[in-house]
């Protein structure tokens, strides 16, 4: 995955964007997200050897979401929460 154009603003309401979806379209676009974490956290009950880092990088310019596994991390990096919430199937 492609880090997001340095420059990017970085949305600041995210909580109310949530907040606004109507429960049918938080739902859908929750579900691959919801689904990441259980998948982590079944690994992380089994051996410990899984966690996920949801943040943003150091320039301020993309959001980055990371599963750290035994086989390296995988990180999914974009400029709107609305594209992690449905690209985290990515890194299923």
């Known amino acids: ?3 997001v154009q340095r420059g990017a603003d970085l ?3 995210n909580e109310a964007q949530i907040n606004a979806m109507d429960d049918k379209m938080l739902g859908m676009s929750a ?3 919801l689904t990441l974490i259980a998948q982590c956290l079944d690994m992380a009950a089994n051996d410990g050897s899984c966690w ?3 943040g943003c990088t150091r320039k301020l310019d993309s959001f980055v979401l990371t599963v750290h596994q035994p086989e ?3 990180s999914l990096y974009a400029n709107d929460m609305g594209v992690l919430l ?7």
């Open 31 to 33: 579900r691959p997200l």
């Open 1 to 3: 995955m492609q880090k």
């Open 52 to 54: 996920i880092s949801i």
């Open 72 to 74: 390296g991390p995988l």
């Open 86 to 92: 449905t690209d985290a199937s990515t890194l299923l």
């Open 11 to 13: 949305p600041k309401d």
